[in-house]
């Protein structure tokens, strides 16, 4: 039960896409289609559909959103990259929960958002870097490479607990936060488009 937030362009998401417009959302995220192209996300359907109803006005401003009792918490970048709003928005929409998880690979370009985003890293030099940048990390890997130290797997896909309870993915809130840093294999229907890289290095 957590609140969804995207960030879509004003152009229809298929047709930023095909035109390369989704950089504005997506930064330079490998699995974006103009990149590896291993992005889970449905933007055919779930993303076309928050677009088709926002490009009809069913918008609020942040301050008079009213947030259901019943929905606690949120996770910044179901779609597209929280990077590609400023810092003060993204306080704006946090501060409207409880708790909140997200994740950017803008992480190189956007130290300040570190203490409220994971980086989200795609290879072992990667995380090895973000976190001597002072980040906590969610690194994406094939099934059979092992952990490194300081990790744990995600516990959501093995049914041990639910995002909304365990709320981990959410910054490095000081240089004494040692919580772990979490890792999850390569999973959807685009899995196998997935190639460790250095991206954000280069």
């Known amino acids: 039960p957590m609140a969804q937030m995207s960030f879509i362009t ?7 896409i095909k035109s390369g417009a989704d950089e504005a959302v997506c930064g330079d995220c490998p699995a974006k289609p103009s990149n ?5 996300v449905g933007v055919g359907r779930s993303i ?12 609020v401003d942040i301050e008079t959103l009213k947030v259901n009792r019943n929905v606690r918490n949120v996770r910044l970048g179901t779609y597209g990259d929280p990077a590609a709003a400023p810092r003060s928005l993204l306080d704006r929409l946090i501060a409207k929960f409880k708790r909140h998880t997200g994740y950017t690979h ?3 370009t956007r130290p300040d958002l570190s203490d409220i985003l994971m980086a989200s890293v795609d290879s072992v030099d990667e995380a090895i870097y973000a976190k001597s940048k002072g980040w906590r990390y969610f690194r994406t890997k094939r099934e059979e490479e092992p ?3 300081g990790e744990i797997m995600c516990p959501a896909p093995r049914g041990v607990v639910v995002c909304d309870k365990c709320l981990l993915c959410d910054g490095k ?7 772990k840093n979490i890792v999850i294999d390569v999973h959807g229907t685009t899995a196998g488009r997935y190639i460790p890289n250095t991206h954000s290095l280069v």
């Open 48 to 59: 076309r559909s928050a677009w088709l109803s926002a490009s009809k006005s069913n918008v």
């Open 147 to 149: 952990l490194l130290a």
């Open 10 to 16: 004003p152009m229809h998401p298929v047709e930023a």
């Open 36 to 40: 590896l192209n291993y992005c889970y």
């Open 173 to 179: 809130k000081s240089a004494q936060d040692k919580r």
């Open 106 to 108: 803008q992480w190189v």
